[in-house]
T-cell receptor
Framework: DSGVTQTPKHLITATGQRVTLRCSPRSGDLSVYWYQQSLDQGLQFLIQYYNGEERAKGNILERFSAQQFPDLHSELNLSSLELGDSALYFCASSPQAGGSTDTQYFGPGTRLTVL | AQTVTQSQPEMSVQEAETVTLSCTYD???????LFWYKQPPSRQMILVIRQEAYKQQNATENRFSVNFQKAAKSFSLKISDSQLGDAAMYFCAYRAFQGGSEKLVFGKGTKLTVNP
């Protein structure tokens, strides 16, 4: 158990809908990262938040957005869902913004199925 | 752009034997970190081992060790005394820091099967 929690574990929804994925980082970790794992694209970095502020952006679509709250939990919002958005979404956390001793620890993931 | 290549989509090993998973990467940066993550059927991503590029000594964690060849940009994972629980997808990952933010790039993964 990494200490990172994600809810829900599974999510099934229809095209065009909007969903919210939630992540609670390990106690004391200030950074949260979101990743998408799909069969064709592999593991892709979406976005990083550090202490409530956006820190780095990867291959995140404009239909997707995220935020990190004062209690450091984070939410990933996916809107206007398409079939291709079906994937496993991971959250990871690390103590800092990415320093010499920083290592990312992953949550169990949320499996999103878009029908 | 940084890339990570795992040339072996699948590997198999007999229980108690040793197996080596390959990883190469491409970067022009000098300060970076490399990782191996394990993803068992539960889909959890588990950190196996990490290597700092500035360290010449290869990292070791119990039965897991790496062969880091910086000039060749190679970072292979050796699993000794393989166990059934080692069966999983293994991902090589590269992390670099740029202007206060970081990027993490994963390879496509190697599926390891352990035969009893």
């Amino acid at each position: 158990d990494s200490g990172v929690t994600q809810t829900p574990k599974h999510l099934i929804t229809a095209t065009g809908q909007r969903v919210t994925l939630r992540c609670s980082p390990r106690s004391g970790d200030l950074s949260v990262y979101w990743y998408q794992q799909s069969l064709d694209q592999g593991l892709q970095f979406l976005i990083q938040y550090y202490n409530g502020e956006e820190r780095a952006k990867g291959n995140i679509l404009e239909r997707f957005s995220a935020q990190q709250f004062p209690d450091l939990h984070s939410e990933l919002n996916l809107s206007s869902l398409e079939l291709g958005d079906s994937a496993l979404y991971f959250c990871a956390s690390s103590p800092q913004a990415g320093g010499s001793t920083d290592t990312q620890y992953f949550g169990p993931g949320t499996r999103l199925t878009v029908l | 752009a940084q890339t990570v290549t795992q040339s072996q989509p699948e590997m198999s090993v007999q229980e108690a034997e040793t197996v080596t998973l390959s990883c190469t990467y491409d970067t022009s940066e000098s300060d970076y970190y490399l990782f191996w993550y394990k993803q068992p059927p539960s889909r959890q991503m588990i950190l196996v081992i990490r290597q700092e590029a500035y360290k010449q000594q290869n990292a070791t964690e119990n039965r897991f060790s790496v062969n880091f060849q910086k000039a060749a940009k190679s970072f292979s994972l050796k699993i000794s005394d393989s166990q059934l629980g080692d069966a999983a997808m293994y991902f090589c990952a590269y992390r670099a820091f740029q202007g206060g933010s970081e990027k993490l790039v994963f390879g496509k993964g190697t599926k390891l099967t352990v035969n009893p």
